[in-house]
């Protein structure tokens, strides 16, 4: 019976795996083992078993470690401690970036992956600039821009010009010269008949003497009796000027010449826009020739003067006034 129980212990501990014990626990394992095979070893009766067991308890696990074994342990060490510092600067970098406001972003994917450019931002059109500078830092801006006068320029520009007046030889050019000697032929042959269209083709236009001066139409003649009519009375503005009388006048619109035109004088250049007599600045220019005469200051006081000299003679013909010159004619003795 001992016997048996002795060979069932050897054959348990020589079925035991023999393998790599971790390093910290190489000394408790050893001391172990060695508990193990002393109790095998006092449980045994022969010397034979007894020193089968001493020689399976002397053999040590650290014969099967190699050293590729231990390299191959200190690299996935060194790799274990790299992904830790690696893990642990994402994290401070996650908590920096929520330090400052920004938004966690978690990209799905491979990390590689590259960010896309930019497109390229354009902001169509600009308006001009302000300032003009020169081809170098130290010269002055060549032109300096005002929006307000931009702005009066462009409502300017938008006025609408009157059209040129109708040329009337339009259809007669139109013609070829077959058919302009048919009409001369024609105007020949029957003068009475062509007398009309003759008198209408000379009264639009004052001729080639006078450089194809239109005739106005009906429908302008009372705005343009106005503008004629001060400019008639421009001998009231100025007492030092005497202008000949004309013959249309004090006859109303009748009185209007059959051929004339209302022109525009235009402003004479001066250095530095300066103002001058010829060239009004923007602000005393008015509509019409009337309201320029109308805010002039010295129009209006010579206006002034001469309405109460035309009021004191006025007076001096009322009631009274006779018999007040009678006694004063009189003697005093």
């Not at 029957?190 to 001066?213: E, I, S, V």
């Not at 001469?306 to 003679?313: G, T």
């Amino acid at each position: 019976m001992s016997s048996a129980v002795v060979n069932k212990g050897k054959k348990k501990a020589a079925e035991e795996p023999r393998g790599f014990v971790p390093l910290g626990q190489d000394n408790t394992s050893s001391a172990t083992s060695h508990s193990q095979h002393s109790q095998s070893d006092s449980s045994s009766d022969s010397s034979s078993d007894s020193g089968s067991s001493d020689s399976s308890s002397d053999s040590d696990p650290e014969e099967d470690i190699t050293p590729e074994y231990l390299q191959s342990l200190l690299d996935k060490a060194r790799q274990n401690v790299r992904e830790e510092a690696r893990r642990a600067k994402m994290l401070q970098e996650e908590k920096q970036a929520a330090g400052f406001g920004e938004e966690e972003i978690i990209k799905v994917g491979g990390e590689e992956e590259e960010d896309k450019p930019l497109p390229p931002m354009d902001p169509g059109a600009l308006p001009s600039p302000y300032f003009e500078f020169g081809t170098t830092r130290h010269e002055a801006p060549s032109s300096v821009r005002d929006p307000d006068i931009s702005r009066a320029e462009a409502a300017s520009s938008s006025v609408s010009v009157p059209r040129p007046p109708e040329d009337p030889n339009a259809g007669w050019r139109q013609l070829t010269k077959k058919q302009r000697k048919a009409v001369r032929t024609y105007a020949l042959l029957f003068p009475w008949r062509n007398l009309n269209f003759q008198t209408q083709l000379r009264n639009k236009t004052a001729g080639p003497g006078w450089f194809d001066l239109p005739a106005p139409v009906e429908a302008d003649l009372p705005r343009l009796y106005r503008e004629v009519e001060a400019l008639r009375l421009r001998n009231q503005v100025d007492p030092k000027r005497f202008y000949k009388k004309e013959e249309g006048e004090a006859k109303g619109i009748k009185g209007l010449p059959k051929h004339f035109a209302i022109g525009t004088i235009l402003p004479s250049t001066t250095p530095f826009n300066t103002t001058s007599t010829d060239n009004l600045p923007r602000a005393h220019r008015k509509r019409t020739l009337v309201d320029e005469l109308v805010d002039d200051a010295e129009a209006r006081r010579y206006a002034k003067k001469k309405f109460e000299e035309l009021q004191n003679s006025r007076g001096a013909r009322g009631r009274n006034t006779l018999h007040t010159k009678n006694a004063l004619r009189k003697p005093k003795w």
